[in-house]
T-cell receptor
């Protein structure tokens, strides 16, 4: 399995964009990049996933570099409720869900 | 459908006792996953079911742990002879497996072994 590297913590001002990086330099061609977040005392929540192209949904945008070795999750207008641990994981269709998440990035949104 | 439901939310048990947790997945999801999460770490995969078949087990799943999904619907995770090191959040997730996409997690069961 490809491993991911994320900074342990980040701060962001409320209303500003939060840009969370993830390095996955050993990613394989059939591995998707998934992002989840976990708010304290809750289970992880799916945010977005992508293979090659940039993706956007109602929660966030995912920017994947052309070589696919890194990606950035963008929360365009962070709110206090976006304070959470954000996990970046790489999965194939076959092994999806069957691996450990890693330690993630703790994002703190400040007023 | 109210999502993935896990019961109980909290469990305190004495060392050496057996405990059982229950997970009710989203009804149309045929895939079910169990994870363990300790403080400050991400979820660790334990085991995976497709319908009633347990298809994968992590090496983290010692012989004191057993999981079942008897009718392909709800699942139970039992820990026998609990140890203090078993104290953790136990998470369940389900998916339809139809396409790459999100897995829906429950809120977890917090186990404390005293």
């Amino acid at each position: 399995d490809a491993k991911t590297t994320q900074p342990p913590s980040m701060d962001c001002a409320e209303g500003r964009a939060a840009n969370l990086p993830c390095n996955h330099s050993t990613i394989s061609g059939n591995e998707y990049v998934y992002w989840y977040r976990q708010i304290h005392s809750q289970g992880p929540q799916y945010i977005i996933h992508g293979l090659k192209n940039n993706e956007t949904n109602e929660m966030a945008s995912l920017i994947i570099t052309e070589d696919r070795k890194s990606s950035t999750l963008i929360l365009p207008h962070a709110t206090l409720r976006d304070t959470a641990v954000y996990y970046c994981i790489v999965w194939t269709n076959t092994n999806a869900g069957k691996s450990t998440f890693g330690d993630g990035t703790t994002l703190t949104v400040k007023p | 459908d109210t999502g993935v439901s896990q019961n109980p939310r909290h469990k305190i048990t004495k060392r050496g006792q057996n405990v059982t947790f229950r997970c009710d997945p989203i009804s149309e999801h045929n895939r079910l996953y169990w994870y363990r999460q300790t403080l400050g770490q991400g979820p660790e995969f334990l085991t995976y079911f497709q319908n009633e078949a347990q298809l994968e087990k992590s090496r983290l799943l010692s012989d004191r742990f057993s999981a079942e999904r008897p009718k392909g619907s709800f699942s139970t995770l039992e820990i026998q002879r609990t140890e203090q090191g078993d104290s953790a959040m136990y998470l369940c997730a389900s998916s339809s497996g139809q396409a790459p996409g999100g897995y829906t997690f429950g809120s977890g069961t917090r186990l404390t072994v005293v």
